[in-house]
């Protein structure tokens, strides 16, 4: 299912401490910073001191504006940040499992090592536990791991759920998790095997794209990724990105030309048909790269590494929903970007046709749903429609679109979508036929569409 990997529990093992000490060396630094037998209790002399919060009570105006200044620039609260000492002490959550005999215990970083020196063809990656930008509190859990790395079709890195699927081979809370992408920044792996995938595209352009140019690589040309549950790493969420997103979207149409095969469409799809997408430049060299590996499909990937990731072939139709009984605008769904349940009724559903995917890209698959690449339109009873979680039961989530008429039935409740003005939103109303109640799909025959296309600039 993984190559030529397997999911052995001893791909972490040595056969004592000192086994990986002797072979490795000791360093000082993890065993102070990492002690599991160090005081729950933290210093309070010692500001962030095993992790807690630090808070700023009645700033003066110049730190004020030393915090103001560190959220623009750097995305942190940038005079907290200089408050801690660099080498504060953290507390060790791992699971206990990760102190049974035979696993390494104090060498907590280094865990990830053993792996890719006992399989050259594997990546490790820590489970990474999140720094507070304001208050730089680390958020340490010994529970075990609940989520494992994914991607939106927009190519950006997603944390999903963790399945029966991902733990099928895993007998103990400390054993490998195989994980379909990873978040990048923080991993390990062989400098030959990174070599012999081509290392990262030289023509990327300062940050984004890379984690999930090198995790889809990985896995279709031979090589596997796990998360080691007793290696944690403790990572600053940034309250935003400084990156540009013009150069990651130029990062991502690389990476979605070169590995995607023809799913490379719903990208560029989800990504504004092609408006504003920035030049990309030469693939060629990267597109030989893979032929000269021999590496699998972007088809095989989706189904034997992430099978529970939704698959755009799997729509009858898709794109922008355009509504035919909005004379004085033309209005089409719209999900807002929230990538969150929409139960507040409040919220609207639609808004003015934009031609440019994102939110507005919406897909009817074989089961009547229509949703996102998460939610589905949801009706329950009353008038109003919701989104919520796509669960593939059909009931208040099954609908019939009829391509010849427009009219979207809800097939439960038989009654129809309706652009109702009277509400404010979308409705589900008695089937009258009128305008309010019809659709168009922007394409609704998606296989001529993918045998017909071809990714270019």
């Keep these: 299912m993984f190559g030529d990997t397997t999911n052995d529990p001893n791909l972490v093992h040595f056969e004592n401490e000192q086994s990986f000490i002797d072979r490795f060396g000791e360093d000082p630094r993890i065993a102070k910073m990492f002690n599991k037998t160090s005081p729950r209790t933290h210093n309070e002399d010692i500001p962030g001191d095993m992790g807690i919060p630090v808070f700023v009570e009645n700033p003066t105006e110049k730190v004020r504006k030393i915090i103001k200044d560190g959220y623009n620039l750097y995305g942190y609260n940038k005079y907290v940040s200089d408050l801690i000492p660099i080498e504060r002490r ?28 006992k399989n050259w063809r594997s990546i490790a990656i820590p489970v990474f536990n999140l720094i507070n930008p304001s208050t730089f509190a680390c958020n340490f859990s010994d529970q075990p791991v609940s989520s494992v790395g994914g991607f939106k079709w927009d190519l950006m890195f997603a944390f999903n759920e963790i399945s029966s699927w991902h733990t099928r081979n895993v007998n103990t809370s400390a054993d490998p998790i195989p994980s379909p992408t990873m978040s990048g920044g923080f991993f390990s792996i062989h400098r030959d095997f990174f070599s012999y995938l081509g290392k990262y595209d030289d023509q990327f352009e300062i940050w984004g794209g890379e984690n999930i140019e090198l995790s889809f690589k990985t896995w279709m040309c031979g090589g596997s990724i796990y998360i080691l549950p007793c290696s944690h790493v403790a990572h600053l969420e940034r309250i935003r990105s400084v990156y540009s997103r013009e150069t990651v979207k130029r990062n991502n149409a690389r990476l979605a030309a070169v590995w995607l095969d023809e799913f490379a469409h719903f990208y560029f799809v989800r990504a504004g048909r092609g408006q504003g997408l920035p030049n990309y430049g030469d693939v060629s060299s990267r597109l030989a790269l893979r032929r000269s590996l021999n590496c699998s499909s972007f088809d095989w990937y989706l189904k034997n590494v992430i099978p529970s990731m939704f698959n755009p072939k799997s729509a009858l139709a898709y794109g922008e929903v355009r509504s035919l009984g909005s004379s004085e605008q033309q209005l089409c769904l719209d ?123």
């Design 90 to 117: 953290l507390p060790d959550r791992r699971n206990e499992w990760c102190f049974t005999p035979n696993r390494v215990s104090k060498m907590l970083l280094p865990t990830t090592v053993i792996m890719v020196t």
């Design 335 to 457: 999900s807002h970007g929230t990538g969150k349940l929409s139960t507040n009724y409040s919220q609207s559903l639609h808004w003015e046709c934009h031609g440019l995917g994102g939110n507005q890209l919406w897909y009817y698959t074989v089961l009547g749903e229509i949703r996102d690449e998460q939610n589905c339109l949801d009706f329950f009873g009353g008038e109003r429609v919701i989104l919520y979680p796509c669960h593939k039961s059909g009931g208040n989530q099954e609908w019939e679109y009829h391509g010849e008429t427009g009219i979207i039935v809800h097939t439960k409740s038989r009654r129809c979508l309706t652009l109702d003005g009277a509400v404010g939103n979308l409705a589900v109303t008695a089937c009258q036929g009128r305008l309010e109640q019809k659709w168009k799909f922007e394409v609704d025959n998606i296989y001529d569409t993918l045998n017909n296309f071809r990714f270019s600039q």
